[in-house]
């Protein structure tokens, strides 16, 4: 099938041809977008005329979209004690990288600005970058703005009240929030040694969706991506092949420090 | 078992409350307006208050000014689910004493969040 394949290619996307309601439920809106009169009409157009572009578009709208704050709240309780202590601690002062990729309409990267803003560990300061294939969705992520029904997946009220403000209907995350989150459009498949290294990586979104090859090179990517001692977060189901995974199975994994001191 | 009031004037409202919260696990009792919520608190306080807002006679502010003053009235969960949706009737909310919020329309993920955020599942 044709979008299957070009997801599997561009991506590493596992597309089951099956579901057909997730095909119209993701590309209807890309087709009506590119002035198509349909779903039938668009993917015959791609077929027809090989437009790069609107490739692009369907296995971008065909990617995991990230749907909820704080989602696993037990993990983010684990990252935002633990393992940021931890890196506090071993990084001595430095700025702590961070990275959420595949990061869908911001929700995760912002629950973690948020946790930041609530109780960063005193003297850490961090840089916390977010990254995902589509560049639409990496556009509304950065605007910080979400529907009621939105905001209340995974939202406390206390946290609403707190960090965002009210625009006509929806609801605008605070600027000095957003403005803590860097964003770029990164290809997981890619090459990804141009970022340099991470002390925190989180990547909970995207594996299970992955053909067992690409998920295999993304997860080799993203291992090689990590600073010694550094820290990979995945989805709750997903393995980290060669990374020690944290007690409690809320998918935080360890890359082995070189050096590490053992408190006796 | 966990028990849940939902007071609500809308007859549609609770039935649909019911069938979310009863998924849940809870056992649901039902009160149309704030005199009958108090009542029934009275006689057993729930585990958790679903709290629509605006009620003909006694609003949800008032339901829940009350409850807490009344013996036993802080343990309840109280979560609201109005249709007021300015930040500043939830700060209002949260102010009384209420444990979350929700905006209508809702759905069954967002109780069941919202219960587990205010420590009620």
């Known amino acids: 099938m044709l979008v299957a394949a070009l997801c599997a290619d561009r991506a590493g996307l596992r597309v089951d041809s099956d579901k057909d ?35 692009w578009s369907v296995v971008e709208a065909m990617s995991p979209a990230e749907t909820a704050f704080f989602r696993d709240p037990k993990t983010f309780g684990v990252v935002a004690g633990q393992v940021l202590e931890d890196l506090a601690q071993r990084r001595n002062g430095q700025t702590l990288r961070v990275w959420v990729a595949a990061c869908g309409a911001g929700q995760e990267v912002h629950s973690l600005a948020m946790l930041l803003d609530e109780h960063a ?5 961090v840089d916390l970058c977010a990254s995902d294939l589509s560049e639409r969705r990496l556009e509304k992520a950065r605007s910080g703005v979400y529907s009621q029904f939105e905001v209340q997946r995974g939202l406390a009220a206390q946290r609403l009240v707190r960090h965002f403000d009210k625009q006509d209907e929806n609801f605008i995350l605070a600027q000095r929030i957003r403005q803590a989150v860097r964003w770029r459009r990164v290809n997981l498949l890619e090459d990804l040694t141009p970022f340099g290294q991470f002390d925190l990586i989180f990547c909970r979104n995207v594996l299970g969706g992955l053909l067992d090859a ?3 090179q993304v997860l080799g990517n993203l291992t090689g991506a990590l600073a010694d001692g550094g820290y990979l977060v995945v989805g709750l189901g997903d393995a980290a092949p060669g990374l020690t995974a944290l007690p409690g199975e809320v998918g935080v994994h360890q890359a082995e420090p070189g050096r590490r001191a053992v408190a006796a | 078992m966990k028990t849940c009031l939902v007071v609500d004037d809308s007859r549609v409202i609770r039935k649909v409350a019911r069938r979310i919260l009863e998924d849940l696990g809870f056992a649901v009792a039902e009160a149309a307006d704030g005199a009958e919520a108090l009542a029934w ?81």
Do not use: H
Not at chain 1, 39 to 48: H, P
Not at chain 2, 93 to 116: H, N, T
């Open chain 2, 41 to 121: 608190c009275a006689t057993a306080m729930p585990d958790a208050i679903l709290l629509d807002w605006n009620m003909p006679g006694m609003s949800g502010l008032e339901v829940l000014r009350r409850l807490r003053l009344e013996p036993g009235g802080d343990a309840p969960k109280v979560i609201f689910c109005t249709i007021e949706n300015e930040l500043d009737r939830i700060r209002e909310a949260l102010a009384y004493g209420a444990d979350e919020y929700i905006m209508k329309p809702f759905d069954g993920d967002i109780v069941a969040g919202k219960l587990a955020m205010a420590g009620a599942l």
């Open chain 1, 21 to 55: 309601y997730l095909l119209e439920n993701r590309l209807g809106p890309v087709a009506r977008r590119e002035g198509f009169g349909g779903l039938g009409e668009m993917l015959q157009a791609l077929r027809d005329r090989g437009d790069e572009r609107l490739a």
């Open chain 1, 214 to 216: 690409a998920r295999t």
């Open chain 1, 121 to 125: 560990p005193a003297g850490v300061s």
